[in-house]
């Protein structure tokens, strides 16, 4: 069974996307859409894509594609998966899922009704010292789990055009940044469901109309809470992206460095090593794109529902919408 890969968008995540998708032989990499031609051939030309097109429509038209990587600004995340959807093709849609959770919940229903497998590009999933700090938590060596802490910051820097423009972005470092930490978060908990956000942000960097700062505190359904901090441009960053520490009963649990700090009944402190390098190597970086994308394939061959998929990808919309309703009222925003 060969899968007819198409992408929208050629900026940096998706010859990400199109790299890892390359070492996978039941993949050919079939189509580019961009309205810029002058960028969309250069991608075409690097990955060996022999059609392109410089509006959806025609490649939806044209049909050969099995399934698409959605990689534009946020404002077009929304109606180009859900026009991908309704044509039966599968999507991967880069983060976050749309400009609000409205779009995010549209975007899910188009994929219940087409029957179209819909994923979200929680990169951090994928990644192996996340996943193996959750499977410490779910086999219980920490105990009952009281409350998380989580970085997603940019240090010294931060993106330029459309992210800064809230009418393309919706949101500035909390949708770029933030959505990491909160799903990284979820994740490390088990997908749990929001209560309540508390959250600040600002612009205290850049010149624009969107966040470059922000902080938040979710409450979770069963009171667990997570405190959480996103931003660009930050003269210091606590941990690195997508760092996050768990506190629980019998002991604490972070990744990056990755490690426990486990107390035991007689008062004996146990230090335990992952094992994995840290500062964290550039390699697990690409090697969690290539398993997010062969996972996404193997979805595709099995048809099977992906994980993240439209509910986990609506939930962090509704907390980033609650964040900033919080940041502007002052108040916390129930959900």
Not at 106 to 129: K, P
Not at 185 to 196: H, I, N, T
Request: with cysteine; aromatic share 10%; charged share 20%.
């Amino acid at each position: 069974m060969t899968i007819k890969l198409a992408f929208a968008g050629t900026g940096w995540v998706s010859k990400v996307h199109a790299r890892a998708a390359k070492l996978l032989p039941q993949v050919e990499l079939y189509a580019v859409v961009n309205h810029r031609c002058e960028s969309m051939q250069s991608f075409a030309n690097e990955f060996d894509i022999p059609r392109t097109f410089t509006d959806l429509d025609d490649l939806l038209s044209d049909g050969g594609a099995d399934a698409l990587v959605v990689g534009t600004p946020n404002a077009l995340h929304a109606p180009q998966t859900m026009a991908a959807l309704r044509h039966g093709m599968h999507v991967l849609v880069e983060k976050p899922m749309a400009l609000n959770a409205s779009e995010a919940n549209a975007m899910w229903a188009a994929s219940v009704e087409s029957g179209a497998l819909l994923m979200l590009a929680h990169n951090w999933r994928f990644h192996e010292e996340v996943k193996w700090l959750r499977a410490q938590i779910q086999s219980g060596r920490l105990g009952d789990i009281v409350r998380t802490h989580g970085f997603s910051i940019h240090m010294d820097w931060g993106p330029s055009g459309w992210f800064t423009r809230k009418d393309l972005a919706g949101g500035g470092a909390l949708a770029d940044m933030g959505v990491h930490a909160i799903d990284t978060a979820r994740f490390l908990l088990g997908d749990p469901l929001p209560k309540s956000v508390f959250a600040r942000t600002g612009t205290h960097y850049i010149e624009s109309d969107v966040d470059d700062t922000a902080e938040l505190i979710i409450t979770w359904q069963d009171e667990t809470y997570s405190h959480l901090e996103a931003g660009w441009w930050q003269p210091y960053a606590g941990g690195a992206e997508a760092a996050a520490g768990v506190y629980g009963t019998l002991g604490y649990g972070s990744i990056f460095p990755t490690r426990l700090k486990l107390r035991h009944p007689d008062g004996e402190i146990e230090m335990v090593d992952a094992g994995y390098p840290f500062p964290r190597q550039a390699d697990s970086v690409h090697a969690m794109y290539e398993r997010q994308m062969a996972y996404f394939i193997g979805c595709i061959e099995q048809d099977i529902q992906p994980s993240p998929g439209g509910t986990e990808g609506w939930v962090n919309m509704r907390i980033i919408d609650a964040a900033y309703q919080s940041s502007q009222s002052g108040q916390v925003v129930e959900i």
